[in-house]
């Protein structure tokens, strides 16, 4: 996840230097993948204005451009063509060091002098666009001369590349890290600027929800915009977006990914002119029915896939005529796309249970920005929150839109928040040490936990913790966030000891002595493949069954070894041809013997919850060795009995 | 008024004899000589290219997409050509490397040949080993081929839970699909030790579990699809987590040397809880900051934690008497860091000038 410093200080204040906000991250187990400095090198770039474009003889890629950046014209070679006397475009002036280092110099190429570059918006590290040249008209007020930071009132900033555990959906989020953050450092959060429904006519009057499978959906909510007007975002939301590693689209979409990078929440607006009835509702996809998803590609839903525990179960949107618009939390579909003639939005923000998420985005192979958290799941409750963030930010470009009154608002069944108790000694046995009380609800606090009672505590979870569990395990998550905010580095160590000696089993012995024999005759103990081919196993032992590989990477991987001996000959060989073929290589190792055919084979504890027994492949370890002499391979041999039961070396 | 031909008059006609060549390669290496001519700089479609500046402004877009277009369709058949004479050359390769055992004549040999090396990895087990054996832990092994109960369920990753794509994992033909895995982490033993204590009534246990497990992944400078990882299980009454950290920081000493020590750091495995990242003393910089560490001086070794309540729970251990804590690091990893070997794959390649280098 991609956080611009700017972002995450309009919520908390930061520590002073970059250094130690991302030691106190890594150490709050939000570990900073990346640090990337942004609009650094662009303090001697200006605004330059277009004034003649001619030929250069002789050249055909490039052109000589004459710009003016306020003191007077400069001659300019361009092989850009996105642009027309009068635009007004980038200068890097010769002098100037762009990001990475890259120095402007007064260059002399077919005869003419260039004072400068001229930038597109990638060779500045404003955007991934290299189409051309960064063209200025339209995105802002171009004054010729003006510094482009100023001009574009872009700051430098500090993109940090955070990593978020699979169990903490709280904090895939800015205000999510801000909270962590805030709570570590004792400083107070800012919550961001949200709106309320304007008071006029009521959603219901307009638009339809509902839930049919209160399962799979556990809130849906559909809040109605009017006067919508679909354009471009301000520059600085933009901005905002192009930090984060998103692309800006429209208001609406971009408003929609900023809500979900700021709160967690991710929304979807409809356009209401595309829905059926202006009515959304949430249900079970029947089997045999398709969609054709944004990506293009046609998923027939309600499909088992493989795997324990995969029913088939897709949860879609559909409209008032039942008539399927998406795939749940994962990706809608082409039909209600926002777009530019779009003037009244449908907006869901929704609750779904996360395994029927993640089982439908594993099945469909289809992962989305919205799927991720749904998966881990979503803060029941800030669906509306959201969209009061939504509106405030979708204001900026487009103030006159309207909130319908009285959102529509169904639920199903949503997880309670645990409560879990938390007794007098409960963190010395866990941590070995009890904490200051004081600091310990004070960290609790800090992230939204509940806390009431005297000895024992009563802990009651945020809605937004759906990470933690009810009873021991609920206590263990609990006892886990203390640890994590008070700081694992303060905590004691102390080395236990026991009555009960360390060993090595009989069997590690005799494997030990074994191996130390055979590398005294002169072996070298090589490591080769446990996966090989059917074509492999073939030449020492044909047809016989073998245990197989479902998804191998490659078909000369598919088949687990009944024998090393192909893979040391193979290394062997290797060796041979570089002129080291005078050599013994062996191995001990495991060998796998079908259980049909195995001699012993193993059963164990298969299917959901260990209750079926399963007949797995006989696992034997032996000994292979090849011996070549003169540059000739002139014996082989492999164990063949198992000496774990007993069996002999041959 | 007399009419100008345009450089894009012969397009398809160029096209035609392209592909004809694309086609007439019958090997990746003649494929591969023509590629500059085909595809490259030197191509046809690179003069043309070159020719539509010539073109009027409001012709020049036109023809420049109809390029395009003909320039796409000659590299995907290019590719797809380049696709055919790879797997070509693939499958001439495997058929030379293909092993004749009737050729092994097998005679009598006096052995001494040369002296012999023990395996980087087994050596470097075997040091871990010992220095957990001096700690008091008992050294277990456990099958390479597991059920989803025991790579998975038991340790709280339930059917379909997104926590289980941490994992690459390969699965094995037997059974309903995908109930047979090989192992990803050595951790199943754990699940099996603390079953067989519960039947056997033998708790507690101070067990490590060495033993090879598999990803499925391409292998590269860091990551092999096969490697090895040893396993730390303590399931006694009254553990801590201070005893966790105390074990990590003992071993840590006692296996890279006095000067190197450790640190823990919040993470996520669904098996323990509170988890816990444990980082070592760059061995490579000691500390100051370098290149390996990311100027950090410290460098991740492996996982640990409490052992979670579901996973007691799973196994039939009553966690209101007993508690524990697991961790697990890579042996390949060890082995890596202690002989600064650049590339894993090394590991694999059996080349024993290699091997002999380690002894």
């Not at chain 1, 993640?358 to 409750?381: C, I, Q, W, Y």
């Not at chain 1, 800090?446 to 021991?472: H, K, M, Y």
């Not at chain 2, 277009?69 to 499958?91: K, N, P, Q, S, Y």
């Amino acid at each position: 996840m991609k956080i611009p410093l700017s972002w995450l200080s309009d919520f908390v204040d930061l520590p002073e230097s970059v250094a130690q906000l991302t030691g106190i991250l890594d150490d709050l187990g939000l570990v900073v993948e990346g640090v990337e400095n942004v609009g650094e090198g662009l303090e001697d770039v200006v605004v330059a204005r277009i004034d003649a474009i001619r030929a250069i003889e002789g050249a055909d890629r490039v052109r000589l451009v004459t710009v003016d950046a306020g003191e007077g014209p400069l001659d300019i070679v361009c092989g850009a063509t996105n642009f027309n006397v009068g635009n007004h475009v980038p200068l890097a002036p010769v002098g100037a060091v762009l990001p990475g280092g890259f120095e402007i110099a007064q260059r002399k190429m077919r005869g003419v002098t260039s004072n400068g570059m001229l930038c597109s918006a990638r060779e500045l590290r404003l955007s991934d666009d290299h189409e051309g040249l960064y063209l200025l008209d339209g995105v802002i007020e171009p004054v010729v001369g003006q510094p482009l930071l100023t001009a574009l009132g872009v700051t430098p900033d500090v993109v940090l590349d955070i990593s978020v555990e699979g169990n903490r959906p709280d904090a895939w989020s800015v205000l999510g890290v801000a909270r962590d953050l805030a709570t570590r450092l004792g400083r107070p959060l800012r919550e961001p600027a949200r709106v309320e429904p304007d008071a006029t006519e009521d959603s219901s009057s307009f638009a339809g929800a509902r839930i049919d499978d209160p399962d799979l959906c556990g809130r849906l909510t559909v809040s109605v915009l009017r006067n919508v007007v679909v354009g471009p975002s301000p520059a600085h939301l933009a901005r905002r977006l192009t930090l984060a590693g998103m692309r800006p689209i429209s208001n609406v979409v971009d408003a929609s990914n900023l809500v979900m990078l700021e709160l967690g929440q991710p929304t979807h607006p409809y356009d209401a002119a595309h829905v059926a009835r202006r009515t959304l509702a949430a249900r079970r996809a029947r089997v045999g029915e398709v969609l054709t998803t944004l990506d293009g590609v046609e998923r027939v839903l309600a499909q088992p896939g493989r795997g324990l525990g995969d029913t088939g179960e897709d949860c879609v949107i559909v409209d008032g005529e039942d008539r399927v618009l998406g795939l749940a939390g994962i990706m809608g579909g082409a039909a209600s796309e926002i777009s530019a003639a779009t003037t009244d939005v449908l907006l869901e923000a929704a609750y779904f249970d996360p395994m029927t998420i993640a089982r439908s985005s594993k099945r469909h192979a289809l992962r989305s920005e919205a799927s991720n958290r749904f998966e881990r799941g979503v803060d029941p409750e800030l669906a509306l929150k959201a969209v009061g963030r939504f509106v405030a930010l979708l204001r900026e470009s487009n103030p006159e839109v309207l909130w319908l009154a009285a959102p529509l608002d169904e639920t199903g069944i949503v997880p309670v928040p645990p409560t879990v108790s938390l007794r007098d000694g409960d963190l010395e046995r866990a941590l070995g040490v009890d904490l200051d009380h004081r600091e310990v609800r004070a960290i609790l606090e800090g992230l939204r936990f509940g806390v009431s009672g005297e000895g024992p505590w009563r802990v009651t979870a945020p809605s937004a913790r759906l990470d933690v569990r009810t009873g021991a395990a609920g206590r263990a998550d609990v006892i886990e966030e203390i640890a994590r905010l008070y700081g694992y580095s303060r905590l004691p160590r102390r080395t236990p000891s026991w009555p009960e000696p360390g060993a090595l089993s009989d069997r590690q012995r005799i494997r030990r002595r074994v191996r130390d024999t055979v590398v005294d005759l002169g072996v070298h103990e090589s490591w080769t493949p446990t996966l090989g081919s059917d074509d492999d196993f073939d030449l020492l032992a044909p047809g016989q069954p073998r245990v197989r590989i479902t998804n191998p990477l490659a078909a000369e991987e598919s088949v687990l070894r009944s024998s090393m001996l192909v893979g040391l000959v193979r290394a062997w060989a290797k060796n041979a041809e570089r002129g080291l073929g005078d050599v013994a290589l062996g191995e001990l190792g495991n060998v796998f013997i079908h259980p049909d055919v195995a001699a012993i084979p193993r059963r164990t504890r298969g299917g959901v919850r260990g209750a079926v027994s399963l007949a797995l492949p006989q696992e034997n370890e032996r000994l292979s060795v090849v011996l070549a002499r003169g540059g000739d391979l002139v014996g082989a041999g492999e164990s063949v009995g198992d000496p774990r039961r007993g069996g002999a070396f041959h | 008024m007399h009419m100008t031909t345009s450089p894009l008059a012969e397009l398809s006609a160029h096209a035609t004899s392209l592909l004809a060549r694309i086609d007439d390669a019958a090997t990746l290496a003649e494929l591969t000589e023509q590629e500059p001519f085909i595809v490259g700089k030197r191509s046809i479609l690179s003069t043309l290219q070159k020719s539509l500046g010539a073109l009027a402004p409001e012709d020049r877009k036109a023809a420049g997409a109809q390029l395009q277009e003909v320039r796409r369709r000659i590299e995907e058949a290019f590719d797809a050509r380049r696709g055919v004479l790879e797997g070509l050359a693939r499958a001439q390769a495997l058929e030379a490397d293909r092993l004749d055992l009737g050729d092994v004549v097998v005679t009598q040999v006096r052995v001494p040949l040369a002296a012999g090396h023990p395996g980087i990895v087994a050596a470097t087990q075997r040091q871990l080993e010992d220095v957990f054996v001096a700690m008091g832990f008992v050294v277990a092994d456990g099958p390479e081929v597991e059920s989803d109960w025991y790579n998975f369920e038991a340790l709280n990753i339930p059917p379909a839970h997104p926590a289980r794509g941490m994992w690459d994992t390969f699965y094995v033909d037997l059974g309903e699909p995908e109930t047979v895995v090989l192992r990803t982490h050595t951790s199943p033993t754990q699940i099996h030790l603390m079953e067989r204590a519960v039947l056997d009534e033998t708790l507690p246990i101070h067990s490590v579990m060495p033993g090879r497990c598999y990803r499925r992944d391409t292998p590269d400078a860091r990551h092999l699809a096969a490697f090895h990882q040893i396993e730390g299980l303590v399931v006694d009454r009254g553990i801590s987590f201070a005893d966790l950290a105390g074990v990590i920081e003992t071993f840590t000493h006692a296996y890279f040397g006095p000067d190197i020590s450790s640190r823990l750091r919040p993470a996520y495995f669904p098996f323990t809880e509170p988890s816990a990242e444990f980082e070592i003393t760059c061995t490579i910089c000691r500390g100051e900051g370098c290149r390996t560490c990311s100027q950090t001086g410290w460098i991740e070794l492996g996982g640990c934690g409490m052992l979670d309540p579901a996973v007691l729970e799973a196994v039939g251990i009553d966690g209101d008497e007993w508690s524990g804590f697991a961790f697990g690091f890579g042996i390949d990893r060890c082995a890596q860091m202690r002989h600064q070997i650049a590339d894993m794959r090394a590991l694999i390649d059996n080349d024993v000038r290699f091997l002999r280098q380690f002894s």
